[in-house]
C-alpha cells in the first residue's frame, strides 16, 4: 500500500524568503503525486500535481515541485513567500491508472514571519 | 460555473444520533469522494462514488456508509455517532475516477460536533 510522509509538522519562514516543504512517498508501483493547499476554514485547493513528463512542475501562486523517483520525494518549493501563503500544506499520492483513492500526508503548516 | 457545494456547514449531534451529509458536485463530474479530516491531520479517504457505484472504501466502520444518486450529488451517512467521529468532513468531485490523475475539487466541508 502506498503512503506519504510530510516531514515537518511545521515551517517558520520570513516574508520573500525560499522555502521547501518536504514530501516522500512509498510504494511499489508507479504513482501520481499531488500538492493541496488549505487556507484557514476553507476547504483544499490542488496546487499542483504530477501525472507523467517533465519531473518539474510548476503550479499556482508561484509554487513549484520536483518529482525525484529515486529518493521517492516530491518536494514543494517557493522561490519567495508572501504573507498570503499563510495556510496548511498536504502532499497526496495515487497509484498510476488504478481505480484507488488518494492518500494524503498530515500536512505542513507554513508560517510566514514579518 | 459553481464549485463543490455541502450542506449543512456545521452540525451538532449528541453521541448515538445519525447524521446526514449532502455534497453537490461541480457539474459535469461524475465521481464524488468523501473525506473525514480530524484537526490536525491529513484528509483521511471514506468512499469514493463513480457512476452512482462504490468505486472505493477507505478504512472506516460499517457505521458509515453513503449513495450517489442519478444527478451525481452525494449523501454520506454516519450511524450511532461517537466522539471520536468529531471531525470536518470533506467532499470533492471530479470528472473521472480519483485514481486516473484527475482533480479533485474540494467543497468547504461540514463541520461535525459530536457532544
Known amino acids: 500500500a502506498q503512503s506519504v510522509t510530510q516531514l515537518d509538522s511545521q515551517v517558520p519562514v520570513f516574508e520573500e524568503a525560499p522555502v521547501e516543504l518536504r514530501c516522500n512517498y512509498s510504494?511499489?508501483?508507479?504513482?501520481?503525486l499531488f500538492w493541496y493547499v488549505q487556507y484557514p476554514n476553507q476547504g483544499l485547493q490542488l496546487l499542483l500535481k504530477?501525472?507523467?513528463?517533465?519531473?518539474l512542475v510548476k503550479g499556482i501562486n508561484g509554487f513549484e515541485a520536483e518529482f525525484n523517483k529515486s529518493q521517492t520525494s516530491f518536494h514543494l518549493r517557493k522561490p519567495s513567500v508572501h504573507i498570503s501563503d499563510t495556510a496548511e500544506y498536504f502532499c497526496?499520492?495515487?497509484?498510476?491508472?488504478?481505480?484507488?483513492?488518494?492518500?494524503f500526508g498530515k500536512g505542513t503548516r507554513l508560517h510566514i514571519l514579518p | 460555473d459553481a464549485g463543490v457545494t455541502q450542506s449543512p456547514t456545521h452540525l451538532i449531534k449528541t453521541r448515538g444520533q445519525q447524521v446526514t451529509l449532502r455534497c453537490s458536485p461541480i457539474?459535469?463530474?461524475?465521481?464524488v469522494s468523501w473525506y473525514q479530516q480530524v484537526l490536525g491531520q491529513g484528509p483521511q479517504f471514506i468512499f469514493q462514488?463513480?457512476?452512482?457505484?462504490?468505486?472505493g472504501r477507505g478504512n472506516f466502520p460499517d457505521r458509515f456508509s453513503a449513495r450517489q444518486f442519478p444527478n451525481y450529488s452525494s449523501e454520506l451517512n454516519v450511524n450511532a455517532l461517537l466522539l471520536g467521529d468529531s471531525a470536518l468532513y470533506l467532499c470533492?468531485?471530479?470528472?473521472?475516477?480519483?485514481?486516473?490523475?484527475?482533480?479533485?475539487?474540494f467543497g468547504p466541508g461540514t463541520r461535525l460536533t459530536v457532544l
Open positions: 470533492a468531485s471530479s470528472p473521472g475516477l480519483a485514481g486516473g490523475g484527475d482533480t479533485q475539487y
Open positions: 510504494s511499489s508501483v508507479s504513482v501520481y
Open positions: 504530477y501525472l507523467s513528463g517533465s519531473t
Open positions: 497526496a499520492v495515487t497509484l498510476m491508472n488504478r481505480d484507488d483513492k488518494i492518500i
Open positions: 457539474s459535469g463530474h461524475k465521481s
Open positions: 462514488y463513480y457512476e452512482k457505484e462504490e468505486r
